[in-house]
């Protein structure tokens, strides 16, 4: 059994920055096939970065050049910067078919 417990979301204003959390308990074979996604209110979940099986990274288009995935041995990070108002979101961790309970980002303009 796998738990992810993500931190760090919170209110910001546009162009502020946050770092959320995920640290993962219980049986993980590497953070590279973790990731973050997120979903707004009336739309679907989608992919924001994670680490790819040949040791890169992936993000949305929208939010390349402000987010960094990074992590240690079982933390991952999303650095963000730069935050904009359709970043407003509940921001998941993911782990193959393990999903944190969420952490809520609300960007103000």
């Known amino acids: 059994q796998v738990q992810l417990v993500e931190s760090g979301g919170g209110l910001v204003q546009a162009g502020g920055s946050l770092r959320l959390s995920c640290t993962a308990s219980?049986?993980?074979?590497?953070?590279?096939?973790m990731g973050w996604y997120r979903q707004a209110p009336g739309s679907a979940r989608e992919l924001v970065a994670r680490?790819?099986?040949?040791?890169g990274t992936t993000y949305l288009d929208s939010v390349k050049g402000r987010f960094t995935i990074s992590g240690d041995k079982t933390t991952v990070y999303l650095q963000m910067n730069s935050l904009k108002s359709e970043d407003t979101a509940v921001y998941y961790c993911?782990?193959?078919?393990?999903w944190g309970q969420g952490t809520q980002v609300t960007v103000s303009s």
């Open positions: 680490f790819t099986n040949v040791g």
């Open positions: 993911n782990y193959l078919k393990y």
């Open positions: 219980g049986s993980i074979f590497s953070t590279n096939s």
